[in-house]
């Protein structure tokens, strides 16, 4: 299977070992709940996967690399206890707690959550005085005397022996008490995630033209040579860098995170052509004012490696404005809902229970010591009761981390938007009023900054529409008897940021194309087949 695949197995396992019945109880004894074992070749996204799962079930994470364990901090040190057997007294050996189960609970006092995952990478390069202890984790979830807290789920990883000469084959014993999932390298898996990550236009062009250079694994003269998604990542990363700083991108650069020297000279060669294709057609400004007759005449006649790279650096900036006014409406959206609580502390309107964001339950109830039913609140104690209730929300996620970076994000900016207000009420001296005048005249200040930042939202909607129309007449006009126009109506339909932004504020260009093309008879087909991908 490949690695979306898995995230889906995994995440439906976890989420079924953690059901319970009517009395609290899980449905799968926990000695029943096999720990998961992934196995597979180095970089190709174990790691990241789980992260994801616990963001998206919203559980705690711990993650632990198995070689950097010696028998004494996986189980706990030796100690000496007396005890009392039949009117006899004994010396006894014990164990002090596993660092590993230490850092459970340390998660789970610092995060207030007591479900999780329990992620143990490179479990089968265990050392030597290790390796018999292993055995009796897998089955009854113990370090030393010290259990895996219930609710907390096992997820282990590995490579095979082939990738790495530490790793030991499990005997049939350990590997009869283990879910076993064997994940390949797959292109098509990695692509799905990496557009939504937003990885660099160059990497994911090149890839396009090249999908056989994704993963490489192969002896040469020099010994081995590799490829992996965790290289193309981090390449990514450090050239978005390099260009910012603008930091001449060399071979050796690529180098130190591709390591083959053909695909590392193929990929130079790939990346000068796609700086060069930045010059000759600026995306951003196509996308803004709509492109020239004579870029069109040039993108027509352009060979076919040139236009997949300009339809990927067109979508990619359109990408990142719709995923900008997606994040801006959803805080918004928040806020909101944010400022509907502040409004009911400072005038108790109403009984009725509030709308709340996810985990603003926890915010709630963070808040009810704090919550009044009278015209004395003052608006600065409402604020900063809120701005602490979700840090706190903010700092308990983070320490589980179950914290995904888009909702990071947004937390962050409703943040600034209290704190800026707060501010503003100490710079204007209007911190302690109380009564009904003055706090309807102060809100009204937080409902007009609020409307300040809806209607700057609404004009950057309107500005993305019309790069998105923009973006559509210049692949009529440059491509009229081409595949470009189908490849842009299924990166539209399945790309999140796109789908998502037509849906809720439509898209002319879209829709014509859409019934001309019949994409809307195979949208779901589609969205199956790319939900598969990502899990």
Sequence with gaps: MNIGQAKKDIKDTV?????????????IPVVRQRPIFLVGAPGIGKTAIMEQIAQELQIALVSYSMTHHTRQSALGLPVICHREYEGKEYDVSEYTMSEIIASVYEVMRESGLKEGILFLDEINCVS?????SMLQFLQYKVFGGHRVPEGWVIVTAGNPKEYNRSAREF?????????????????????????????????LNYLELKKQD????????????????????????????????SLPVTEELAAQYLGHDRVVREFMAYYDLYCKYKKDYPAAEILKIGATEEMSLRAAKAPFDERISLL????????????DCMEKTDYLENLMRVLKNVKGQIFAASDEPEEQVPHEAQVSQAQGENKTRAYGVSVQETLSVQIAARERLVS????ANALSSEDQRLHQRVLCFLREQKKNLLLSGETGESG????????????????????????????AKQSLHHLFEFVEQSFADGNELLLLMTHMTVSESCAGFIERFGCEDYERHSKELMIGERREELLKEIEAIEG
């Design 171 to 203: 005997d049939v014993v350990t590997l009869d008490r283990l879910k076993i999932l064997n994940v390949e390298a797959d292109y098509e898996a990695w692509k799905a995630y990496a557009d939504k990550e937003g990885l660099h236009r160059a990497i």
């Design 436 to 463: 009904a005048s003055a706090a309807e005249r102060i809100f009204e200040q937080i409902k007009n900054a609020f409307e300040k930042e809806a209607a700057c939202a609404k004009q950057d909607t309107v500005l």
């Design 214 to 245: 994704f993963y490489v694994m192969e002896m040469t003269a020099k010994g081995r040579s590799y490829v992996t998604a965790r290289g193309w990542e981090d390449l990514s990363q450090m050239l978005f860098l390099y260009e910012e700083e």
């Design 128 to 132: 030597e005085t290790l390796a018999p």
């Design 15 to 27: 989420r079924l070992y953690l059901k319970k019945d009517e009395f609290g109880n899980y449905r």
């Design 312 to 323: 990927g650096m067109l979508t990619d900036q359109m990408d990142g404005i719709l995923r």
């Design 396 to 399: 308990s996620l983070t320490a």
